[in-house]
């Protein structure tokens, strides 16, 4: 267990809707990274925040948004969506904000757009 | 930017042989380097890390890796691989930027 919650753990939804994927990091972790990883894309870095701020972004697309909040969870909302957006979501945490921090990541969220 | 490339999306030992998975990566910086395992149905776990010390990097598992510059590859080895190894193993790279980026991955499978 990395201490990482991510909540859900699947989500079955249809084009055009919106969803909010939630991540709770490590007890003491300041850093929250979302990944997102497909087949056909691999593992591709979204956005990273650090102590409530956006740290880094990545290959993140103009309808997705994420946020950390007080008291350090994230949100990553994804609207419009669309089949190709069907792909498993990771959050992972870091205590610092440098590169070489080490990640703990959770166990991710499918998400299914039909 | 940094890239990654794995050389091998699948790679299949016998047990108690040497694991070897390549890695190169492409950067105009120093690099950060990184392995990472995933074992099905979970999140990636670090495996070891490059961060411009020693060049042999120990991680778990008895797993090491070797940064060459003059190569720029960081190659994943096991001198003996055990059923337990059997995942998909993800190389990855980051500036001080921290913008990550992992390569397409290596599925490891050991035969019995």
């Known amino acids: 267990d990395s201490g990482v919650t991510q909540t859900p753990k699947h989500l079955i939804t249809a084009t055009g809707q919106r969803v909010t994927l939630r991540c709770s990091p490590r007890?003491?972790?300041?850093?929250v990274y979302w990944y997102q990883q497909s087949l056909d894309q691999g593992l591709q870095f979204l956005i990273q925040?650090?102590?409530?701020?956006?740290?880094a972004k990545g290959n993140i697309l103009e309808r997705f948004s994420a946020q950390q909040f007080p008291d350090l969870h994230s949100e990553l909302n994804l609207s419009s969506l669309e089949l190709g957006d069907s792909a498993l979501y990771f959050c992972?945490?870091?205590?610092?904000?440098?590169?070489?921090?080490?990640?703990?990541f959770g166990s991710g969220t499918q998400l299914s757009v039909l | 930017a940094q890239s990654v490339t794995q050389l091998g999306s699948h790679v299949s030992v016998s047990e108690g042989a040497l694991v070897l998975l390549r890695c190169n990566y492409s950067?105009?910086?120093?690099?950060?380097l990184f392995w990472y395992v995933q074992y099905p149905n979970q999140g990636l776990q670090l495996l070891l890390k490059?961060?411009?010390?020693?060049?042999l990097v120990k991680g778990i598992n008895g797993f090491e890796a070797e940064f060459k510059k003059s190569e720029t590859s960081f190659h994943l080895t096991k001198p003996s691989a055990h059923m337990s190894d059997a995942a998909e193993y993800f190389c990855?790279?980051?500036?001080?930027?921290?913008?990550?980026?992992f390569g397409a991955g290596t599925r490891l499978t050991v035969k019995p």
């Open positions: 992972a945490s870091s205590v610092g904000r440098a590169p070489t921090s080490d990640l703990f």
């Open positions: 007890s003491g972790d300041l850093s």
């Open positions: 925040y650090y102590n409530g701020e956006e740290r």
């Open positions: 950067s105009s910086v120093p690099p950060y």
């Open positions: 490059y961060t411009s010390a020693a060049t």
């Open positions: 990855a790279v980051s500036d001080y930027n921290n913008d990550m980026r």
